[in-house]
């Protein structure tokens, strides 16, 4: 069964059309990688899928779920995270407290408890703390967890804000642009990190970037989109020989 | 009927005088993106250089009133200098200035009380115009309420040709829609600002005159100048047209309610009519529509 | 105690109270709010007809004008906490002054000449013990999920989504909580002065409460009760000095947001732990200090 299912989905802004009626699956446990010239509507799928933008026509299911429309914090809820490509960190607090902020999701004690500190909060908070030095160690920003995370080098901010996203135990990771300003250095440390972290969360995840070595490396599967729409879609092999896309991002011969 | 028009007629000439104030608060708005509280204050020195122009120095009524106004646009710029050109440069978030607005609007409201030649008192104008009114049929107008409604337009006017003629003004309505592509095409934004604000000073000084002269002069006055900006609000922050029409029809919807409910509503309606706005069509008759990019 | 230093402590406090709550609203949610004088005017007039016309005890009366001003931020926080930028802001300057003219209209409550005839039930002690447990319950409320959550619309309202927050729920939580410390803050007015006035709850008494909160920095609990009780009685002590009292608060806002906009404590805290710490890298410099030597 599929993860995600976008059916017909459009995104108008004012007169614009920036997502014209694309249909689109992923897999469970599957990494897909989603590329395309600048401009061409990617970021936008993304935000459609978390909520940030509505919809103007067009289905989206997740897990079975309708989740069209839905606000972000309840599609964040039901599994999906991401990250930003203007890295979006809560910048004044520290690496720790990021990661905690988020695990939020997993304690359910009420305000009055919290208020009152009564042993249910006292409880939950241990395991949340618990659970968010785990994270860190498994990222690797351990020894780092005290830092400003605006003070953090910029390569560690991306990881510290898939930390994040990993606090809510999602099933569907979006990835908008992780390796950008990266080197290729960090770019195949980045690629580890990915492998890595589906093998130990279990979860489906969908990377835009413009790295070709990194989306043909490690994607098992590849949407190119070209002015909002579809292009096409395929293994990174059948992609490399698409001449349709070979066109879109080198232009017409002649 | 005859009151009715007799309303309309005190309306239009109240709400002609909240429209010299609120274009004040929708200049800077349109350029800076935050409420300048401190406006209230800037009016309220404005009634108190045009009593002191005229009873201390016994100055002529125009030359108090010009007096007034270029007296008050020094007061914005250096309000913009002290208090905002700092924060700009910071590129503080936007609340800060509304804070410092605040601030800045008490010190000004408190400095008047504080300072001993001034005081907390009730001053009045001297008797300029004759309070006989002018009789149409069975209306009677106010000269004072003509003349308030006269140098309103006339100044309305002259700002509309301002902006739409002058270069300074296009630069002022491209700064307003973009502040940093202006600033690359070579707009000296920085002078914009100023500009700005030395209009807002101007008309909020000639506001204050006419005020002072309507009602009298007092520490507090800058709290009937928060209805102008609510009218401000009312017409769309940011928005000129908005401003004024925001402004006329508070006017008459005030006197409105002073003449046919009862006169302790007038300023409740206007507060009411503030939040009403801002669930209803928060951006106002005629506000431009912010869409945020994620 | 003596008399008149126990009356600035009590005024002090009752100050604290509306503070801590502002504390929760603008420190560390970011909402900016220049109404809270009108909820502080609710619960005072709510409690005080609890007492006054229907003889219910102190603290249930001053806990039903914490619940009244609560409910009405909800009304107000439903209809505006969703607009973006300053006009939550605006809306709360609106909401403030328009309960003040309400009060000025309202005969039953005496309108704008006052409500003489309170019952002095405000004291020392219960100042006190009121404040010691409002203080505890924002600090356990702050250290908690809840709190964090708070912190997190503060920092970035997209991320905090993302994360599974429902930002419009918890910026309507602080607005209710810091309300209903609003409202008790009122009701100790009420039985303290023994006498409301709708002028007491002007924007004025507004910006005072927003003022104590930047002075003793945004985002740190130990600041504002820094901050109430300089604030509050600083300009008691210096009673000559009454007029320029607010003329140096303006300034010293202006002044405050040019060059330390993180206020007095910039979001540091006065815990045991944090003590510790100062004292031990004070200690540090001092040993680095003569090692160099």
Redesign the interface.
């Known amino acids: 069964m599929n993860l995600l299912e976008m059916k017909n989905v459009t995104k108008h802004f004012g007169g614009l059309t920036a997502v014209s009626n694309v249909n689109f699956e992923i897999e469970k446990e599957s990494i897909t990688g989603l590329i395309g010239p600048n401009g061409a509507g990617k970021t936008t799928i993304f935000n459609l899928i978390t909520g940030v933008y509505k919809v103007t026509e067009g289905k989206i299911t997740f897990d079975g779920k309708d989740i069209t429309n839905k606000e972000p914090y309840i599609i964040a809820e039901m599994g999906i995270t991401r990250t930003f490509q203007n890295i979006r960190l809560f910048k004044k607090l520290s690496v720790y407290e990021n990661v905690l902020t988020a695990c939020q999701y997993n304690a359910n004690y009420n305000l009055l408890e919290a208020m009152l500190y009564l042993p249910r909060c006292k409880n939950q908070e241990k395991q949340l703390k618990e659970q968010a030095e785990h994270l860190l160690e498994i990222i690797g920003l351990i020894d780092r967890k005290d830092f400003i995370a605006n003070n953090l080098p910029y390569g560690l901010q991306r990881r510290l804000e898939i930390a994040r996203a990993l606090s809510l135990n999602p099933k569907l990771l979006l990835l908008d642009e992780p390796a950008a300003g990266m080197n290729p250095d960090e770019t195949a440390q980045l690629m580890n990190l990915i492998y890595d972290i589906r093998k130990k969360f279990n979860l489906s995840i969908l990377i835009i970037d413009h790295h070709m070595d990194l989306v043909m490396g490690i994607c098992e599967k590849i949407m190119v989109l070209n002015f909002g729409c579809k292009l096409a879609e395929g293994t990174p092999i059948e992609i490399q020989s698409n001449p349709k896309v070979i066109e879109a991002y080198l232009g017409v011969e002649g | 009927m005859t009151q009715f028009l007799q309303q309309l007629i005190n309306g239009l000439s109240i709400g002609s005088v909240y429209a010299l104030m609120a274009v004040g608060y929708s200049l800077v708005y349109s350029i800076m993106?935050?409420?300048n509280f401190a406006h209230g204050g800037v009016i309220m020195f404005g009634a108190y250089f045009g009593f002191f122009y005229l009873t201390l120095f016994r100055l002529p009524f125009t030359v108090a009133l010009l007096g007034a106004a270029i007296s008050t646009s020094i007061l914005a710029i250096i309000i913009e200098r002290?208090?905002y050109k700092?924060?700009r440069n910071r590129k503080?978030p936007?609340?800060?200035f509304?804070?410092?607005a605040?601030?800045?609007?008490?010190?000004?409201?408190?400095?008047i009380?504080?300072l001993p030649f001034i005081g907390p008192t009730f001053r009045t104008y001297p008797e300029i115009f004759s309070k006989t009114p002018i009789k149409i049929g069975s209306l009677a107008i106010g000269r004072l309420d003509l003349l308030m409604f006269i140098i309103s337009s006339i100044c309305l006017g002259l700002l509309v040709y301002f902006i739409d003629f002058t270069k300074i003004g296009k630069a002022i309505q491209a700064t307003s829609y973009n502040i940093k592509a202006s600033a690359l095409m070579g707009i000296n934004t920085d002078f914009i600002i100023i500009t700005v604000f030395a209009l807002g000073g101007f008309f909020a000084g000639i506001a204050g005159v006419l005020f002072g002269m309507k009602y009298t002069v007092y520490p507090q006055i800058g709290?009937i100048t928060?209805k102008s900006f609510?009218a401000a609000?009312f017409g769309g922050l940011g928005s000129l047209p908005g401003a004024v029409i925001g402004s006329i029809l508070l006017g008459i919807i005030e006197t409105f309610t002073s003449g046919y409910v009862s006169s302790?509503?007038r300023?409740?309606i206007a507060?009411?009519l503030?939040?009403a706005i801002?669930?209803i069509r928060?951006r106002g008759l005629m506000g431009k529509l912010?869409?945020?990019k994620? | 105690m003596d008399y008149y230093i126990q009356g600035i402590l009590i005024l002090s406090g009752i100050n604290l109270m509306a503070v801590l709550g502002l504390s929760l609203l603008t420190g560390f949610t970011g909402l900016f709010s220049f109404g809270h004088a009108g909820f502080m005017a609710i619960g005072g007039y709510t409690a005080a007809a609890m007492t006054v016309k229907y003889h219910i005890p102190f603290i249930p009366a001053l806990l039903i004008g914490a619940i009244v001003a609560s409910l009405v931020s909800a009304l107000i926080g439903v209809l505006t906490l969703k607009l973006k930028g300053d006009y939550f802001c605006i809306a709360t300057l609106g909401f403030g002054e328009a309960t003040r003219l309400i009060l000025d209209n309202m005969q039953y409550f005496g309108g704008a000449r006052g409500w003489p005839g309170i019952p002095a039930y405000t004291n020392f002690t219960n100042v006190i013990i009121i404040n010691i447990i409002g203080l505890i319950l924002l600090a356990n409320l702050i250290r908690s999920k809840h709190g964090r959550n708070m912190i997190a619309v503060r920092e970035e309202e997209l991320a905090s989504q993302i994360s599974g927050i429902n930002v419009f729920k918890y910026k309507l939580i602080s607005l209710m909580i810091s309300a209903a410390y609003a409202g008790i803050a009122g009701g100790l007015m009420a039985h303290y002065m023994t006498f409301l006035q709708p002028k007491m709850f002007a924007l004025t008494k507004s910006t005072e409460l927003t003022i104590i909160v930047i002075f003793g920095g945004l985002g740190s609990i130990s600041g504002s009760v820094l901050g109430a009780l300089v604030l509050t009685s600083l300009p008691e002590i210096l009673r000559a000095f009454s007029n320029w009292r607010l003329v140096i608060y303006g300034l010293a806002v202006i002044i405050i947001m040019i060059t330390r906009p993180e206020g007095l404590m910039g979001g540091y805290e006065f815990t045991p732990k944090s003590m510790k710490k100062l004292f031990f890298n004070l200690k540090e410099k001092r040993l680095k200090k003569s090692a160099g030597r």
């Open positions: 993106n935050f409420s002290t208090a700092p924060l503080a936007f609340l800060y509304i804070i410092c605040m601030g800045m609007s008490i010190f000004l409201e408190n400095i009380i504080a709290v928060n609510i609000v302790q509503y300023d409740l507060f009411v503030l939040i801002l669930v928060p912010n869409e945020d994620a």
